[in-house]
Each structure stands twice: as structure tokens, then as C-alpha cells.
């Protein structure tokens, strides 16, 4: 008995050949930099890429700069419009239109603030990484990673002297009416804290170590009261 073989274009419709498997994207490979610490900063590369690629498929292909606001503009509103491009603009115009070039901006600008970030964190743990340990001798056996002291941090890292009274005098003005639950008043010790963990973060944060001494007034009169008569008069 004969066989019927159906046309090649009928056996096309029939069986069609399966789409060849899309290959999952090459991710960055993570490292650490220091312990607990990731690095974002090739997986941010990685998105800005990935980002840039995806806006330049949305605009037809033809490439533009995300970070030109008039490029922008004219990309989402049309040539000659003037709109803006700020985030709440963008913002509003992913909420009415769910325009996708507006969330892909959006996106990207997010990721270019964390990967300068992620940047300056990385530059801070390498410059702490590359500085040399302390090193002190006691007898023949070498002793390193001392704590700071005066003799090892005199012209390295700052003294910062703080007039604590003063501090507090104006935390507690600046500070609102906060109590504790049996009415203990509590501003002026949080706006003082948060004014000393200032002083001494920013410095952390480039690689000093601080030495804080702080100053508070002594109880009482002292010379200053005999030297002028008014001094803090005006304070309760």
C-alpha cells in the first residue's frame, strides 16, 4: 500500500521546528572585598548595562544618552516639548501611561546613584585595607594592630576637642518637646548624640581615627564669672 507523504509545507504546519533555547544572561561574578562585604559593584555594572541595552531596543534600536535630560524628553514627550525628566515626572508618567522607556530610566538612574555608592565604599575599605598596622616592639617579640595611643596617632589622626556644654545648650533649644514615658525630658541627650555620632562618622569615613576629648562646664562659679559679671546670665 502506498505511503502519503503530505507536502513540505503542510508537514512545516504540522510539526513546527521548537525555537532554539534562549541562554540565560552572563551574570558577574561576586566577590568579596572584606568580611561580609560584597561587591556590588560589578553586579551594578552589569544592570546599567543590561539597562542601556533594553532602552536602546524601546528607542528602535538607535542609541541615546540617559543622562542627557533633553535626550529624554524627546524620547518620552517628543522634540521641541521641554518636559521635564525628574523623577516625578517619570514617576507620574509610569503611573498614567505605564510608559516602559519611563521605568527603564527610572531604573537606571537608581542603579548609577548605588553604584557610585558602591564605588566610594569599595575605594574606603581599599585605602583601610592598604594601611600599614601599627607596630611596637616589647623585648625581642614584635606586637602590630595596636590600638591607637598618642604615640602612634599624634600626626596621623585629628584630635577633636568638643565644647559639650554648648552642644547640649543648643540641643536642647533646637531639639521638639521629646519625653520618656515617666516624663523625663530626652531631646536635648538625642540632639547631642546625634551631634557627636556626626562628628566622629565623618571622619571614620575617611579612614581617620578620632581621639574625642570633651569639655563640660564645672559647677558653679569659675574665673570667667570674674571676669565678667554676666557670663551666661542668660542661661537658665
Not at 503530505?6 to 521546528?17: D, R, V
Not at 522634540?79 to 503611573?95: H, P, R, V, W
Not at 523625663?184 to 562618622?201: K, M, Y
Request: with cysteine; hydrophobic share 30%.
Amino acid at each position: 500500500e502506498p505511503k502519503y507523504d503530505p507536502p513540505p509545507t503542510l508537514n512545516k504546519i504540522a510539526n513546527p521546528p521548537l525555537p532554539d533555547p534562549v541562554p540565560p544572561p552572563e551574570r558577574p561574578t561576586s566577590f568579596y572585598y572584606g568580611k561580609g562585604q560584597t561587591d556590588d559593584v560589578a553586579r551594578l555594572e552589569f544592570t546599567l548595562e543590561r539597562l542601556t541595552k533594553d532602552m536602546i531596543k524601546l528607542n528602535d534600536n538607535q542609541k541615546f544618552n540617559p543622562n542627557s535630560p533633553k535626550q529624554v524628553s524627546t524620547i518620552l514627550f517628543g522634540a521641541g516639548s521641554g518636559e521635564s525628566t525628574n523623577k516625578d515626572a517619570l514617576e507620574a508618567l509610569c503611573a498614567s501611561t505605564g510608559n516602559a522607556m519611563a521605568r527603564k530610566i527610572l531604573n537606571y538612574r537608581k542603579a548609577k546613584s548605588e553604584l557610585k555608592r558602591a564605588r566610594l565604599r569599595k575605594e574606603r575599605w581599599n585605602n583601610h585595607r592598604s594601611r600599614p598596622p601599627t607596630t611596637t616592639t616589647t623585648g625581642t617579640t614584635p606586637i602590630t594592630n595596636l590600638p591607637p595611643t598618642s604615640a602612634t596617632t599624634a600626626d596621623a589622626d585629628p584630635l577633636v576637642l568638643v565644647d559639650a556644654s554648648a552642644y547640649i545648650f543648643r540641643a536642647y533649644y533646637s531639639m521638639p518637646p521629646i519625653h520618656r514615658a515617666d516624663g523625663t525630658p530626652t531631646g536635648a541627650v538625642l540632639g547631642f548624640c546625634n551631634t557627636i555620632s556626626r562628628l566622629v562618622l565623618e571622619r571614620l569615613l575617611r579612614d581617620e581615627r578620632p581621639r574625642l576629648i570633651m569639655c563640660f562646664d564645672a559647677p558653679g562659679k569659675n574665673h570667667r564669672h570674674d571676669l565678667f559679671n554676666e557670663y551666661k546670665a542668660q542661661r537658665p
